[in-house]
């Protein structure tokens, strides 16, 4: 297969990604991590008694490598 300048990457990290030609790159969310945190702001949220929503908590995906990747160009 031929390999493209495109930084299109799956996100979920679906099974089928693996079996593809090329293996596509995907990435893969913490959704236990978004959970516990979306849990976490809504107590948090309940105890004080606020309303706004500014709270916010990032969650690191991972990234899994497969064989889309091609190396930078120099």
Same mark, same amino acid.
Request: glycine share 4%.
């Given at each position: 297969?031929?390999?493209?300048?495109?930084?299109? +990457?799956? !996100?979920?990290? !679906?099974?089928?990604?693996?079996?593809?030609?090329?293996?596509?790159?995907? !990435?893969?969310?913490?959704?236990?991590? #978004?959970?516990?945190?979306?849990?976490?702001?809504?107590?948090?949220?309940?105890?004080?008694?606020?309303?706004?929503?500014? #709270?916010? +908590?990032?969650?690191?995906?991972?990234? !899994?490598?497969?064989?889309?990747?091609?190396?930078?160009?120099?």
């Amino acid at each position: 297969g031929e390999r493209r300048d495109a930084d299109d +990457r799956p !996100v979920d990290d !679906v099974p089928e990604a693996a079996y593809y030609t090329p293996p596509l790159t995907t !990435v893969r969310p913490d959704f236990d991590a #978004a959970a516990t945190a979306s849990l976490d702001l809504l107590l948090a949220q309940i105890e004080s008694g606020s309303t706004d929503g500014s #709270a916010r +908590r990032t969650i690191a995906p991972t990234l !899994v490598v497969r064989d889309s990747v091609a190396p930078p160009k120099s």
